[in-house]
Each structure stands twice: as C-alpha cells, then as structure tokens.
C-alpha cells in the first residue's frame, strides 16, 4: 500500500506492517483514504480531526448548494380559459424568479377516457410558457393525474433577489 505520512510527505509503497508501525510512532491512526487505487492509498493522521474536517466540508458544500423550489397548478380538463389564464401567469411568475412549475390536470370520473384533451391543454400552456420555460418533463399520465414539469429557461433567467439598477436621472 502506498502511505502518506503525518506531516503529509510521501513515504512510498510499504507493507501493512510497516504502514501501522509509523502511525504508532507518531501516535496517530492509519486511515485508507483510497482503497480503489492501486495500491491503495493511506495516511498516517488524527482520525478524530479528520472526521472533523470532514464534516465541515460537506456543511460548506451543503451551504453552496442552490435549492431549487417547485411550485404546482393544478387544473382539470373541463377548467375554463380564465381560470387557466391566471395559473399560467402565476407560473410564468414563479419561472421568472427560477422555481421549477408543476403542471396537474386531474381527472374525475370518465375524463380519464379523454386524455387527449389534458394533454393538448398541458402542450398549450408549454407553448404559451416556451418563452420562460423548457419542458423538463413531457406530459405523463400518473393514476388519475396528467403531469408536465416545466424548468426555467436558463438563457432566460434573471438571477433571484437582484434587480436592476435604476438610471440616475439628468437634470
């Protein structure tokens, strides 16, 4: 096994015994940091402080990370052009602010032997959001709902929470 040492110089390829034999000189642990490396890699260090700067690392990376939210309408096959108007533009809003939008049509009792229907509305309401939106995933039907995931176009999208500065005016 390849080792590293405790003031993180490379030892070289030594024996498991030998390996153990340092990091008990040195008072710390010996930790396989890459066992599908060959030879696999180990280093001679505190395992107590590398759990910690472990974990610190990940809360780092779990903070960077960008939390997208999803937003959903719902609607049903027999829902009228206004109603469908006022959703859309609240999911145009919500794409705008970069939220992903969830498109529902449920059915009830025999629309479901229409589905056609649903699916041409969902395929209107894409085209009416192409400007703002990608189709993330195509109209699907699940149990007795027909969904579409709509994403915000990202050639698109303004960053969340800036707005634009305004001119100062001239006298």
Not at 100 to 115: A, C, H, L, N, Q
Not at 125 to 141: C, F, G, H, R, Y
Not at 155 to 160: E, F, I, L, T, Y
């Amino acid at each position: 096994m390849r080792v590293i040492g405790p003031n993180n110089e490379n030892v070289g390829v030594v024996t498991i015994q030998e390996a153990l034999r340092l990091a008990r000189d040195s008072e710390k642990d010996l930790v396989e940091v890459s066992p599908n490396a060959d030879p696999p890699v180990c280093r001679v260090l505190d395992y107590g402080k590398f759990l910690y700067e472990k974990s610190k690392k990940e809360k780092e990376a779990r903070k960077a990370q960008k939390v997208i939210e999803v937003k959903e309408i719902q609607l049903r096959p027999k829902t009228t052009d206004h109603h469908t108007g006022f959703k859309v533009r609240d999911a145009r809003r919500w794409l705008e602010e970069g939220k992903k939008v969830k498109v529902r049509i449920k059915f009830r009792g025999r629309e479901i032997t229409f589905p056609e229907i649903a699916r041409q509305e969902l395929m209107d309401i894409a085209k009416e959001l192409a400007d703002v939106a990608i189709v993330e995933q195509s109209p699907d039907i699940e149990g007795r709902t027909m969904l579409m995931v709509l994403g915000p176009n990202p050639k698109r999208v303004k960053p969340a929470g800036k707005k634009p500065e305004e001119q100062p005016e001239e006298a």
